[in-house]
């Protein structure tokens, strides 16, 4: 086994050296995804949340690691999450046993200084739960979706074509038929013109939509860096329907995305998913996500409404193993105590 050293990285730019060592480890890890990248990292800070970012080597020979956001607790106390993290070698089964160990030895001795009782991580693993995870357990809640649909993008158009359901088909044909046109915008407008359409489309469809910031600062980071793009639907001067598109390695994810309450019988969204995996091909990406899908259309699932839709496009679905949670006992105890005794002083 090689010698392996954990450090705690200060904040990376992209276009340094390190960074773009991370950027390529990321991108190459199909265990992995755009929230591991440091341009999330700088939406997740303009956010207001702490970031912690741990590196792996081997010598001098970045190996891994894990960018974590921290979410404050009313009595102090932090759990660290990984959404698509640990960036960790999974294929190897003996490097990636020492390396989730050295991690968390790692974390546990600034556990104290950083307030930690938790590390949650959530890397896009299948079941079973691997051995080098045995000491986890399953965590309560989910940042990235357990069971979603992948596409294969790498076929031909036709052959994606004939993939899909006839009504998927169909409805495709039927926007082009109608002369629905989608374009890119990256104009100083598009943000506000997209959530705009997001909270028409929310309201309608009893969805929560992230604050308008938020997408201002994913489109200064993501969109700047050429790994996401703001999609509209349009006729006749008409704003139909918006898709927030994330290209990130081989894999694009269909983020966002929403329809208004104009021209319906149009077949808007048909014709933006059509357009956002051109997209996503031409960009390079060989697997289309889209980030979320219940196979069994339980009516209280999150997914379960805009799953009958995503399902028209054909695709795979896929599970992973969902967040798990690794506790710090003493940490815990600590905690634990601190909201006995603030309970007791009400």
């Not at 730019?13 to 440091?38: D, I, R, T």
């Not at 051995?131 to 399953?138: I, T």
């Not at 898709?243 to 990130?248: A, D, N, Q």
């Not at 259309?297 to 679905?317: E, I, L, T």
């Amino acid at each position: 086994m090689p010698a392996l050293e954990v450090q705690l990285l200060p904040e990376i730019e992209p276009s340094s050296n390190l960074g773009k060592q991370w950027e390529a480890l990321v991108q190459a890890n199909p265990a992995s995804g755009f929230m591991q990248s440091l341009y999330w990292a700088q939406v997740k800070r303009k956010q207001g949340l702490p970031v912690f970012h741990f590196g792996i080597f081997e010598n001098t020979e970045l190996l891994g690691g894990a960018i974590f956001y921290s979410s404050m607790k009313r009595n102090g106390a932090r759990i660290l999450v990984a959404p698509e993290g640990p960036v960790l070698p999974w294929h190897n089964e003996l490097l990636a046993r020492a390396t989730v160990g050295l991690m968390l030895d790692f974390a546990q001795s600034h556990a104290s200084e950083l307030g930690i009782i938790a590390v949650r991580i959530e890397p896009r693993l299948p079941p079973p739960l691997m051995p080098a995870l045995r000491e986890f357990v399953r965590a309560p809640a989910d940042l990235v979706p357990k069971d979603t649909l992948y596409l294969d993008l790498s076929a031909d158009w036709q052959t994606l074509l004939a993939g899909m359901k006839h009504k998927g088909r169909y409805n495709i044909h039927l926007s082009e038929r109608s002369a629905v046109t989608v374009h890119q915008d990256t104009t100083d407008g598009a943000v506000e013109r997209f959530y705009a359409v997001m909270m028409e489309a929310s309201e309608r469809d009893g969805f929560n939509v992230e604050p308008c910031s938020f997408f201002k600062s994913a489109a200064e980071k993501l969109i700047a860096a050429g790994y996401a793009r703001f999609l509209f639907a349009e006729h006749d001067g008409d704003t139909l329907g918006t898709l927030l598109l994330v290209t990130y390695g081989e894999r694009a994810t269909y983020l966002y995305g929403g329809i208004t309450n104009y021209k319906r019988n149009l077949m808007a969204g048909y014709a933006l998913q059509w357009a956002a995996m051109k997209a996503a091909k031409e960009a390079g990406c060989t697997t289309y996500d889209f980030y979320g899908y219940d196979p069994f259309r339980s009516p209280d699932h999150n997914y379960a409404r805009f799953s009958q839709f995503k399902s028209q496009f054909g695709g795979k679905v896929t599970r992973f193993i969902g967040a798990h949670d690794y506790f710090f006992l003493d940490n815990l105890a600590d905690a634990f105590v601190k909201i006995v005794n603030e309970v007791s002083n009400q």
